[in-house]
């Protein structure tokens, strides 16, 4: 799913216009941005949580030549699901 066909679907579950829905599709992703981004978790109950994860400096290898490479420590977002959707994708 795409986030037109997210739009389309909130519009309709919502009775909303989909420029309504688009805005607050727009707005709910921007305030999950901007809380991981003051390295706030995001939780919502019975979906999941999101979280910043530290990833540390570590050596690798360059997929080209074999030869290893420095790769630098850097943030990434990571997503636990929560209960009553991981009961829904497995049923």
Do not use: Y
Request: charged share 25%; proline share 4%; hydrophobic share 35%.
């Amino acid at each position: 799913m795409h986030k037109t066909e997210l739009v389309a679907a909130v519009a309709e579950a919502a009775n909303i216009t989909k420029d309504q829905a688009n805005e607050a599709v727009t707005a709910t992703l921007d305030e999950i941005t901007n809380a991981l981004s003051r390295d706030e978790t995001v939780s919502l109950i019975g979906f999941g949580t999101f979280s910043r994860r530290h990833r540390s400096a570590r050596t690798g290898r360059s997929p080209s030549t074999g030869e290893p490479i420095q790769i630098p420590a850097s943030i990434s977002v990571g997503f636990k699901p929560g209960k009553q959707l991981k009961d829904s994708v497995n049923h």
